[in-house]
């Protein structure tokens, strides 16, 4: 890709920091899978203590995170509780089925979030016909449903209610920090209640790759075993940990900032004559919206963009998805906006 082009397919794209590579340059190094990787222990023992939790794990990637997450919350055979547009149903490859062998019991929402109500009309026993469940996760912020945000009492009373029921919580936190800006809390304060949170250094903290499980120490050993299995044994890691050290402490810091931009470009787009952006007002750094009205797809409408060096992903015929993030500008969004507006009107 050019480097001038405007790049908002999502906050995958974003590129290790001057900072990072010169951490990754100095890094202190060792086999991680010998558990000697002195920058991979840091940033485990860092991730937890951020989370107030037991114990961390780095992972290559949040599919792979989720799904040790999954693999340690559940039995062969049960049911897993998600959104119906959870990540960890429609782009994780059905891992929850592959390794966990657990079917995904989903939910319909308007905006990604689950509440107690819902939830508890889908728990079910093990009896001669249901399969029993075996974890709830909730993905927050939501990716499909426009980076929406739980509110924190939802957290909270599925947490409570589901250990009440001896069920345990994952929470899917690819952007949890985003979601810790917009509710303008810690990230320990929001995971409070859920006993396992994957999380990304990738996407908006800009690592160049790695993700981390938290949750009790020894539910996160078992996780290291199956970490192996899945072949993320990754020996001197401590390479890609330095940077996300880096993600870890200070990238969370200007994510609102991105949040500032998802806005101007909601805004601008709702000022296009027959276009829709759901929700109105992004609470985090993503950007959903309808183009039906103009008489393209979005497929279409990619592609003039692209043409005027603006990358914008169609998730469907009549429904594009932009994502905000460090290499892009207040500046970068008004061009987009201005490609868009060629792009859609005749
Ligand atoms: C990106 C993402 C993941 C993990 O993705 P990887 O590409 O495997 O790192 C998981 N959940 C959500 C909500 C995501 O957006």
């Not at 780095?58 to 959104?83: R, S």
């Not at 940990?241 to 609102?256: D, N, Q, T, V």
């Not at 990619?302 to 992903?313: E, F, P, T």
Request: proline fraction near 5%.
């Amino acid at each position: 890709m050019p480097e001038s082009w405007i790049d908002l397919r999502s906050d995958t794209v974003t590129k290790p920091t001057p900072e990072m590579r010169q951490a990754m340059f100095d890094a202190e190094v060792g086999d991680d899978v010998y558990g000697e990787d002195p920058t991979v222990n840091r940033l485990e023992a860092r991730a937890a203590e951020v989370f107030g939790k037991e114990a961390g794990l780095f992972v290559p990637t949040g599919t792979m995170g989720n799904t040790i997450a999954i693999k340690c919350l559940t039995q062969h055979g049960q049911e897993v509780i998600c959104d119906a547009r959870g990540h960890l149903l429609n782009y994780e490859l059905s891992m929850t089925a592959w390794f966990a062998g657990c079917l995904i019991r989903p939910i319909h929402t308007d905006d990604g979030i689950l509440t107690w109500d819902r939830i508890e009309k889908e728990i079910r026993p093990l009896g001669p016909h249901a399969a029993d469940t075996g974890c709830i996760e909730i993905e927050n912020t939501h990716n499909m449903a426009g980076g929406t945000v739980y509110p924190q009492e939802l957290i909270d009373e599925i947490c409570d209610k589901a250990h009440a029921r001896g069920i345990q919580v994952h929470m899917d936190g690819a952007r949890v920090f985003n979601a810790a800006t917009a509710a303008g809390r810690c990230v320990k304060e929001i995971c409070a209640g859920v006993d396992t949170v994957m999380f990304c250094l990738s996407k908006a903290l800009g690592a160049p790759a790695g993700s981390m499980v938290v949750g009790p120490k020894a539910l996160i050993d078992r996780g290291r075993l199956y970490r192996k299995r899945l072949g993320g044994g990754m020996r001197q890691a401590g390479v890609l940990a330095a940077a996300g050290l880096i993600s870890l402490e200070k990238m969370p810091l200007r994510l609102g900032e991105d949040h500032a931009n998802a806005q101007l470009l909601a805004e601008g787009l709702k000022a296009i004559p027959r276009i829709t952006v759901t929700p109105e007002k992004p609470a985090t750094n993503i950007v959903i919206f309808g183009v039906s009205g103009t008489g393209k797809t979005g497929g279409e409408i990619s592609a003039a963009l692209k043409r005027m060096g603006v990358l914008i992903n169609p998730i469907n015929a009549s429904t594009m998805r932009a994502v905000t993030h460090y290499d892009v500008t207040r500046k970068d969004c008004e061009n987009a906006l201005e490609a868009l507006k060629s792009a859609v009107i005749p």
